[in-house]
């Protein structure tokens, strides 16, 4: 977990002092410099327009960064809302989990190309596709925890000094249903990653020429037998981001079973 | 197990139904009307207005569905204007490439995952078990469109004893197809692999710790007899439903490993459809890559409880 905690911190924090560290305009195009190999000019070589590949990815990863940073939380709020509504009655309870259902019925990157579809792709198709995948996953795991929490006997003593539904929803039972959900943040953000790389790579996420570790990797794709060094960057920094929160999930899911 | 069905397969209707809708509601009611597309960045509002008869664009909303509905029942799906042929035609010519390649992907699977969970629940070497975390962990996080590029890198550029992509029909050489079938099959299999064989390590060790299972250790039967003929039944049931769910999720693998290995199937056919703004086409790529989800996952529940029949009784 540890390990997964720094691959995820480096990467992240490389991320954001981007401008600092990062030598060129990731757009910049140097004239003749194109498909270089590693050099101290250039630590990932350049692509096959002459950029420099280590700004492309570093401005890459906070592509990356924000679609976790704001997809995840705001699919976790709505997922736990709607989980823990939906037992309060019959009805809505079956509405919200047939929405659910059908939700999960898409394959994720199939979500994400009728999203692209719609929303004429970009940054804001891949945040959608990450909330509407990741809502359905966060409300089943809030539904299951707040049955199994409704019936302790905290809360029949809760509700027996006249405590109000949002008070014992909010103050009892969310912070004892919250291990789960925590577990499922970290599987999530590495979601959101694959979801960033598989649509840009397939070309229905962020579009060229603005750089993302899913069109880079795609862009490096004609050049593998010639220069395999254009594919080095975007795949060492999934390797490690994906790797390292699906560490973390397991070290926390662990740790929070033994409590 | 009737009854079972009988209350299972209705809901799986019903949520596919739903999704029908939500598909036709997105995809239809999006600013831009295909015909527009269709028509090109030039066209007179006359071009418009003929093709948007043509298509149908200008029926009810309800009547469109229905068309739409009826259209892929019967196979009638009509032309795709922009890449130029029939849609059924397009579809079978996809589908056929991709089922080969779920269909073998899963095979491998199944294959791999056996190996691995029955070497990672029956062990006693450390290092055996570090290896089978390592590669659970491992394939079950690392992308397709990673462990895709490894795999051309490897095999392709490195060692040349596979093609890096590219595909050729069983009829023309089997050997040759199934050069060109190795890597994106593996590539496909890795997650699917992953999954299942962690879910069939924890469901074996479970078991192997039942009384039973010491019962027959301590009648003399042999190891292999009582992993085979106790154990491993007990251990599946679980796992088949595990199965369903990877297999509807390949095929969202499948339009990343199509891409990666240049394989012509429905994949490519709906980044195509998109590239070239054939929403239509989208329309029913989605819808029916959303029907085999469902009645894999359908099918594998009943699966499921046909092999255990605790399951049958809940309510």
């Not at chain 1, 990932?44 to 995840?72: C, E, F, H, K, M």
């Not at chain 1, 823990?84 to 994400?112: E, K, M, N």
């Not at chain 2, 469902?294 to 499921?304: G, S």
Request: hydrophobic share 55%; proline share 6%.
């Amino acid at each position: 977990m540890r390990l997964g905690a720094v691959f995820v911190a480096l990467i992240v924090l490389a991320g954001i002092v981007a401008p600092l560290i990062a030598r060129q305009d990731p757009l910049f195009q140097t004239a003749g410099a194109s498909l270089l190999p590693l050099s101290a000019a250039h630590p990932l070589g350049t692509d096959d327009l002459g950029r420099d590949l280590l700004s492309r990815v570093l401005y890459g990863i906070r592509v990356d960064v924000i679609v976790s940073v704001i997809g995840v939380p705001i699919s976790a709020v709505i997922g736990t809302l709607l989980g823990l509504a939906g037992p309060s009655s019959r009805y809505t309870d079956i509405a919200i989990q047939r929405g659910f259902d059908v939700i999960l019925a898409f394959p994720i990157l199939i979500l994400g190309i009728a999203i692209a579809s719609v929303t004429n792709a970009g940054l804001p198709a891949i945040v959608a596709t990450v909330v509407i995948a990741n809502v359905p996953i966060f409300g089943r795991l809030a539904r299951t925890a707040f049955l199994q929490q409704r019936e302790r006997d905290y809360v029949v003593a809760a509700e027996a000094i006249g405590a109000g539904t949002g008070r014992i929803l909010f103050r009892h039972i969310l912070p004892n249903s919250v291990d789960p959900l925590i577990v499922q943040l970290a599987l999530s953000l590495a979601t959101a990653v694959f979801v960033e790389g598989g649509m840009s790579f397939v070309g229905v996420g962020i579009r060229v020429p603005a750089p993302s570790l899913g069109n880079i990797l795609n862009e490096s794709l004609p050049y593998l037998a010639s220069n395999p060094n254009f594919a080095l960057g975007p795949m060492v920094v999934f390797a490690m981001l994906v790797l390292g929160l699906n560490l973390i999930a397991d070290g926390l899911n662990a740790r929070l079973s033994r409590r | 197990m009737l009854a079972y069905a009988a209350r299972r397969i209705p809901s799986a209707l019903v949520v596919l139904f739903l999704a029908s809708i939500a598909i036709f509601a997105v995809l239809r009611l999006t600013p831009g009307s295909p015909a527009v597309v269709l028509a090109g960045p030039d066209a007179d509002p006359a071009t418009i207005a003929s093709i948007t008869h043509e298509l149908g664009l200008d029926l009810p909303l309800p009547e469109q569905y229905a068309i739409w509905l009826r259209g892929i029942v019967t196979g009638h799906m009509g032309q795709s204007y922009i890449l130029g042929a029939p849609i059924a035609t397009l579809i079978g010519r996809g589908l056929s490439n991709t089922a080969e390649l779920t269909v073998a992907a899963v095979g491998l699977a199944i294959v791999i995952a056996l190996v691995v969970g029955i070497v990672g629940a029956t062990t006693g070497s450390r290092v055996l078990k570090t290896l089978v975390v390592t590669f659970t962990t491992v394939s079950f996080a690392v992308p397709t469109f990673i462990s895709g590029v490894v795999l051309v890198l490897i095999f392709a550029v490195g060692l040349h004893v596979l093609p890096p992509g590219g595909h050729a029909s069983f009829g023309s050489g089997p050997l040759t197809a199934l050069r060109f079938l190795i890597l994106p099959a593996v590539c496909l299999a890795l997650p699917a692999a992953a999954v299942l064989a962690r879910f069939l390590q924890t469901s074996l060790q479970h078991v192997l710790d039942e009384e039973y299972i010491r019962v027959a250790r301590a009648k003399g039967l042999p190891w292999r007899q009582i992993l085979v003929r106790h154990a491993l039944p007990n251990a599946f049931p679980g796992v088949v439903t595990v199965l369903g769910i990877q297999f509807g999720q390949l095929l969202g693998g499948a339009v990343i490993v199509e891409a990666i290995f240049a394989w012509p199937g429905l994949g490519q056919l709906i980044l195509q459809s998109f590239v070239s703004r054939d929403y239509l086409l989208v329309q029913d790529l989605v819808l029916l890559s959303v029907t085999v989800f469902i009645v894999m996952q359908t099918l594998t529940d009943l699966a499921h409880a046909a092999l255990d029949p605790r399951l049958r009784l809940e309510r």
